[in-house]
T-cell receptor, first 114, second 115 residues
Framework: AQSVTQLGSHVSVSEGALVLLRCNYS??????LFWYVQYPNQGLQLLLK??????LVKGINGFEAEFKKSETSFHLTKPSAHMSDAAEYFC????????????FGSGTRLSIRP | ETGVTQSPTHLIKTRGQQVTLRCSSQ?????VSWYQQALGQGPQFIFQ???????GRGNFPPRFSGLQFPNYSSELNVNALELDDSALYLC??????????????FGPGTRLTVL
C-alpha cells in the first residue's frame, strides 16, 4: 500500500527564512507525488507534482521539491518565507488503484513569524 | 473557465438525519472524487465517479453513497448521520484519461456539523 508521512505537524519560521517541510513516501511502484496547500476555510490548491520527469520540481509561489528515491523523500522548500505562506500543507501520493485516489499525509501547519 | 463549486458552504444536522452535498465539476472534466477531511487531519478518499459510474471507493460504510449526472456534476449522500461524520467534505474534479498523474482540482468544501 502507498502512504506518505509528514514529519512535524507544525513548523514555525521567521519571515525571510528558509522553509522546509518534510515528507517521506512508501510505494512499491514509481509514485506520483504532490504537495497541496490549504488556506483557512478554503479547499486545496496544487503547489507542485512529481510524475517521474525531473527530480527537482518547481511549483507556484516560489516553492520547489526534490524527489530522492534513495531516501524515499519529497521535501518541500522555499528559500525565503513570506507572511502569505502561512497555511496547511499536505504531501500526497497517487494510489495504485485505477481510481487514482489521492492519499494524503496528515498535514503540516506553517506559521510565519514577523 | 469555471472552477469546482460546492453547495452548501455550511450545514448543521442532527444524528440520524440524512444529508446531500453537491458539487459542480470544472468545465470539461468527467471525473469527480469526494474526500472527507476531519478537523486537524488530511483528506480521506471516499469514492470517485467516472462517466456516471463509481470508479473506486475508500474505507467508508455503505451509508455514504454518491451520484454523478450526465453533466458530470455530483452528489454525496450520507444516511444515518453520526457525530464522527462532522468534517469538511471536499469535491475534486479531473479529466481522467487513464493517467494517474492528472491533476485533481478541488472545490472549497462543505463544512458539515452533526449535533
Amino acid at each position: 500500500a502507498q502512504s506518505v508521512t509528514q514529519l512535524g505537524s507544525h513548523v514555525s519560521v521567521s519571515e525571510g527564512a528558509l522553509v522546509l517541510l518534510r515528507c517521506n513516501y512508501s510505494s512499491s511502484v514509481p509514485p506520483y507525488l504532490f504537495w497541496y496547500v490549504q488556506y483557512p476555510n478554503q479547499g486545496l490548491q496544487l503547489l507542485l507534482k512529481y510524475t517521474s520527469a525531473a527530480t527537482l520540481v518547481k511549483g507556484i509561489n516560489g516553492f520547489e521539491a526534490e524527489f530522492k528515491k534513495s531516501e524515499t523523500s519529497f521535501h518541500l522548500t522555499k528559500p525565503s518565507a513570506h507572511m502569505s505562506d502561512a497555511a496547511e500543507y499536505f504531501c500526497a501520493v497517487i494510489g495504485a488503484s485505477s481510481a487514482s485516489k489521492i492519499i494524503f499525509g496528515s498535514g503540516t501547519r506553517l506559521s510565519i513569524r514577523p | 473557465e469555471t472552477g469546482v463549486t460546492q453547495s452548501p458552504t455550511h450545514l448543521i444536522k442532527t444524528r440520524g438525519q440524512q444529508v446531500t452535498l453537491r458539487c459542480s465539476s470544472q468545465s470539461g472534466h468527467n471525473t469527480v472524487s469526494w474526500y472527507q477531511q476531519a478537523l486537524g487531519q488530511g483528506p480521506q478518499f471516499i469514492f470517485q465517479y467516472y462517466r456516471e459510474e463509481e470508479n473506486g471507493r475508500g474505507n467508508f460504510p455503505p451509508r455514504f453513497s454518491g451520484l454523478q449526472f450526465p453533466n458530470y456534476s455530483s452528489e454525496l449522500n450520507v444516511n444515518a448521520l453520526e457525530l464522527d461524520d462532522s468534517a469538511l467534505y471536499l469535491c475534486a474534479s479531473s479529466l481522467t484519461s487513464g493517467r494517474a498523474g492528472n491533476e485533481q482540482f478541488f472545490g472549497p468544501g462543505t463544512r458539515l456539523t452533526v449535533l
